[in-house]
Nanobody
Framework: QVQLVESGGGLVQAGGSLRLSCTAS????????MGWFRQAPGKERDFVAA????????DYADSVKGRFTISRDNAKNTVYLQMNSLKPEDTAVYYC????????????????WGQGTQVTVSS
C-alpha cells in the first residue's frame, strides 16, 4: 500500500502564495503519474493539476493555468504544487493522488489518495 501525506496548506491572503508537498511512502511498484485535486464544502472533488512520471508532461485545470505549477522529484517520491496569485475561490481541501497516467487521473482512476491539506484564501 502506498501512503501519501500532504503538507504546506494554511491561511493566506488573496494574491499570496503557498507551496504544497506530497510525499509517497510504503511499497511503490512501477512508475506512476501524480496529481492534485481539491474539494470545497458542498462541492465535488475537482481536478487541479497532474504530472507524468518523467515530469515531461503536465496538465492543469483552466481555472489555475498560469497561476499554479506542478513538479515532482522522484528521488524523494514527492510532488509539489506551487500556487501563486491565490484567489478566495481556491479555498478547498487539496488532495494528492497517484495514477497510471495523467489521463487516468483526469477520470478519477486513482491508485492512492492522500488525506488532504486545507488551503484557505482570505479576501
Amino acid at each position: 500500500q502506498v501512503q501519501l501525506v500532504e503538507s504546506g496548506g494554511g491561511l493566506v491572503q488573496a494574491g499570496g502564495s503557498l507551496r504544497l508537498s506530497c510525499t509517497a511512502s510504503g511499497r511503490i511498484f512501477g512508475t506512476y503519474a501524480m496529481g492534485w485535486f481539491r474539494q470545497a464544502p458542498g462541492k465535488e472533488r475537482d481536478f487541479v493539476a497532474a504530472i507524468s512520471w518523467s515530469g515531461g508532461n503536465t496538465d492543469y485545470a483552466d481555472s489555475v493555468k498560469g497561476r499554479f505549477t506542478i513538479s515532482r522529484d522522484n528521488a524523494k517520491n514527492t510532488v509539489y504544487l506551487q500556487m501563486n496569485s491565490l484567489k478566495p475561490e481556491d479555498t478547498a481541501v487539496y488532495y494528492c493522488a497517484t495514477g497510471g497516467s495523467i489521463g487516468t487521473l483526469r477520470i478519477l482512476r486513482i491508485g492512492s489518495w492522500g488525506q488532504g491539506t486545507q488551503v484557505t484564501v482570505s479576501s
